[in-house]
């Protein structure tokens, strides 16, 4: 797929929930980010080991048809650009805040799994003005818990595999990078499938994406988001301070993360839901879409209700 300036052009008369392509330069970095649908702004934050093609098949066509969608690709993922530096989430979340503003959204429903959660805590707790409801998938933020799956012997998800890649992808010295690289469809390959229920959730097509993106030059990078969680679990500690209050909805796949997500989140947050979503591993948005879809629209139409 080649990213063009503006996918879409001018005038062109195109279905409600087609999808457009966009680049934009925010906070000094390019950003890629696709866009459909009409209506509230709904902001979809990817994790690692995906980009904003993990919302594609099912979620961002079923959401455009009430809302207008915006889904980016995070610094160093996907098609942005993938500098050196700033995968701390304060910076991340910023890049996103400025594209929202170049969109002219002054107030939007959120949306993050994995590391896209963290990312939309942090923006969430910057900007809590300009959040309506935040949605946080499968993660356990830096400073309120993430730790502790990094001690030996390793934590365990919802089926006793043990959580290993943590402390492995926050080794120094470029060490994770030189093993993984020349070998990114395997890693990504073990990745979607050893944290999944269902391991035929992510198709062929879609790890062919995956793999295009992150063994591009630079797309490694992203393992970064990793190394950063001692700067964020001090950053987050401090937003803390001041608990969010807009509702949030958490989820944990029964088979990974579980009801722990809701659980820490009540930690930084006053009005918190959620829960364990059965026959459900790291990846709710492809292994249960249906399920996701429903609750995403139930949550934000508490507003219209």
Same mark, same amino acid.
């Given at each position: 797929?080649?990213?063009?300036?503006?996918?879409?052009?001018?005038? &062109?008369?195109?279905?409600?929930?087609?999808?457009?392509?966009?680049?934009?330069?925010?906070?000094?970095? #390019?950003?890629?980010?696709?866009?459909?649908?009409?209506? $509230?702004?709904?902001?979809?934050?990817?994790?690692?080991?995906?980009?904003?093609?993990?919302?594609?098949? #099912?979620?961002?066509?079923?959401?455009?048809?009430?809302?207008?969608?915006?889904?980016?690709?995070? #610094?160093?993922?996907?098609?942005?650009?993938? %500098? *050196?530096?700033? !995968?701390?989430?304060?910076?991340?979340?910023?890049?996103?805040?400025?594209?929202?503003?170049?969109?002219?959204?002054?107030?939007?429903?959120?949306?993050?799994? =994995?590391?896209?959660?963290?990312?939309?805590?942090?923006?969430?707790?910057?900007?809590?003005?300009?959040?309506?409801?935040?949605?946080?998938?499968?993660?356990?933020?830096?400073?309120?818990?993430?730790?502790?799956?990094?001690?030996? %012997?390793?934590?365990?998800?919802?089926?006793?595999?043990?959580?290993?890649?943590?402390?492995? *992808?926050?080794?120094?010295?470029?060490?994770?990078?030189?093993?993984?690289?020349?070998? &990114?469809?395997?890693?990504?390959?073990?990745?979607?499938?050893?944290?999944?229920? =269902?391991?035929?959730?992510?198709?062929?097509?879609?790890? $062919?994406?995956?793999?295009?993106?992150?063994?591009?030059?630079?797309?490694?990078?992203?393992?970064? !988001? !990793?190394?950063?969680? !001692?700067? $964020?679990?001090?950053?987050?500690?401090? *937003?803390?301070?001041?608990?969010?209050?807009?509702?949030?909805?958490?989820?944990?796949?029964?088979?990974?993360?579980?009801?722990?997500?809701?659980?820490?989140?009540?930690?930084?947050?006053?009005?918190?839901?959620?829960?364990?979503? =059965?026959?459900?591993?790291?990846?709710?948005?492809?292994?249960?879409? $249906?399920?996701?879809?429903?609750?995403?629209?139930?949550?934000?139409?508490?507003?219209?209700?």
């Amino acid at each position: 797929m080649t990213v063009e300036e503006e996918h879409v052009a001018v005038g &062109e008369q195109m279905p409600e929930t087609a999808l457009r392509h966009h680049m934009v330069k925010v906070n000094g970095i #390019r950003i890629h980010y696709v866009t459909a649908g009409r209506g $509230d702004p709904v902001l979809l934050l990817h994790g690692f080991a995906q980009t904003w093609y993990e919302w594609r098949r #099912r979620i961002l066509p079923a959401l455009a048809e009430q809302y207008t969608v915006i889904a980016p690709d995070l #610094r160093g993922a996907g098609d942005s650009e993938k %500098p *050196l530096t700033g !995968y701390d989430k304060k910076t991340m979340a910023e890049d996103i805040h400025q594209l929202v503003q170049h969109l002219g959204c002054s107030r939007i429903f959120l949306v993050g799994h =994995d590391f896209g959660a963290s990312t939309a805590y942090a923006y969430a707790a910057a900007h809590p003005e300009e959040v309506r409801r935040l949605v946080f998938l499968e993660m356990i933020l830096p400073g309120f818990g993430y730790e502790a799956a990094m001690q030996h %012997p390793f934590a365990q998800d919802g089926l006793g595999r043990a959580i290993w890649h943590l402390g492995f *992808l926050d080794s120094p010295y470029g060490i994770p990078e030189a093993l993984i690289s020349g070998r &990114e469809r395997l890693f990504l390959s073990w990745f979607h499938k050893h944290f999944a229920y =269902d391991p035929a959730a992510i198709s062929e097509a879609d790890l $062919d994406e995956y793999v295009r993106c992150y063994s591009s030059p630079g797309g490694l990078r992203a393992l970064q !988001y !990793y190394s950063t969680h !001692y700067s $964020d679990a001090a950053y987050f500690r401090e *937003l803390a301070k001041m608990l969010l209050t807009m509702p949030v909805l958490a989820l944990g796949g029964a088979a990974f993360l579980g009801d722990g997500v809701r659980q820490e989140m009540e930690k930084v947050a006053t009005d918190v839901r959620g829960g364990a979503v =059965d026959q459900c591993g790291h990846w709710i948005a492809d292994e249960r879409p $249906d399920y996701l879809i429903d609750q995403l629209l139930r949550f934000f139409g508490e507003e219209r209700s």
